[in-house]
């Protein structure tokens, strides 16, 4: 289960995000892919994902951004 | 959350297009007004990215310094370097929440787009249809001609498909930054991750191209125009602020031909 949503941000990495058109649409530093990818990794699917998705829901025009770690 | 993204995101935008097609009583002209109007709309959301895009292209020597003095506080690294976005009049771009809700919006235009293409029964477009003036009456039939074409059949003749792909593959190369070969000699070798991210973009200004081939020869040529019309706009848009970019050779070898003659 974890090995799959890692392979799926991998995959929106490689071929779906913007930034590989050069577009770089995230206010936040890690990227919010990036910051998925660690929170993942470090506290399981389940409350990885819903760290990621709270990222998500944080990277609006109304946040400032900046240095955000996992 | 099916009713939700009725209510909220497909039902409105279904209404604007029947709303055009009852106005034109022609299906392509609708679908290409349609395409443009939610083209315009989107351009607050896309264009600080844009900018910025061309921003950082130009501020990439400063930004590299700055990456060279910080590289131990990443806090400090991201601190200065919005600060220089800023000093230089770029705005942050929308964020990923924006990108994403305006994903799922084409999701809903593209489904509005072949609904009416496909041949829905007209009776659940009418029920979605908030004003009676432009429900359909009983036994209509959508006029689906427009030009040669059948809206709800793929073009016979490939020619949407043709300039689908065409269109795509050089919105695709516009969007490579443009290197003068003599700054490319110069430059000193890229890192790693630079080079991967370069060949992934190169690699799908091809993809994209045959995903469009594959795509006309099964879709109803009417999304077909839309993807079009879509495309067109992008190309559009990224002229306005970047340019030509890797186009920028090709442009050139045109002008020179022109002169040498």
Not at chain 2, 224 to 245: K, P
Request: aromatic share 10%; charged share 20%.
């Amino acid at each position: 289960m974890k090995k799959l949503a890692l392979t799926l941000i991998k995959f929106y990495q490689r071929h779906l995000s913007l930034i590989n058109i050069g577009i770089d649409i995230c206010k936040y530093e890690p990227s919010c892919s990036v910051y998925t990818y660690q929170a993942i990794e470090k506290y399981g699917v389940t409350k990885g994902c819903i760290k990621g998705l709270w990222r998500i829901i944080r990277c609006n025009p109304f946040s400032k951004g900046g240095y955000d770690p996992v | 959350m099916g009713t939700l993204w009725n209510l909220i995101i497909y039902n409105p935008i279904l209404n604007i297009l029947v709303s055009l097609y009852q106005l034109t009583s022609n299906l392509g002209i609708s679908i290409i007004v349609f395409t443009v109007l939610v083209r315009v709309a989107m351009i607050p959301v896309m264009a600080p990215a844009m900018k910025m895009r061309k921003k950082q292209q130009e501020l990439k020597p400063k930004l590299d310094k700055i990456k060279e003095k910080y590289k131990d506080d990443k806090m400090k690294l991201a601190e200065k370097q919005m600060d220089l976005m800023k000093q230089n009049g770029v705005n942050p771009s929308a964020g990923c929440l924006t990108s994403i809700i305006m994903i799922v919006v084409m999701i809903a235009v593209y489904r509005a787009v072949s609904s009416l293409t496909n041949g829905i029964a007209l009776e659940e477009i009418n029920n979605r249809i908030y004003l009676d003036t432009f429900k359909f009456t009983d036994n209509y039939s959508i006029n689906k001609n427009f030009l040669y074409l059948d809206l709800s059949k793929p073009d016979p003749y490939y020619v949407v498909t043709g300039i689908a792909v065409i269109v795509q593959f050089l919105t695709g190369m516009m969007m490579l930054p443009y290197v003068e070969e003599e700054e490319k000699k110069a430059e000193k070798t890229p890192s790693e991750m630079d080079d991967m991210a370069a060949s992934i973009q190169k690699q799908n200004i091809f993809m994209t191209p045959i995903m469009f081939l594959i795509f006309g020869m099964t879709l109803p040529s009417g999304v077909m125009i839309y993807i079009v019309v879509s495309t067109l706009a992008q190309l559009a848009q990224s002229y306005h602020y970047t340019g030509w970019g890797g186009l920028t050779p090709w442009i050139k070898r045109l002008k020179f031909g022109n002169v040498k003659s």
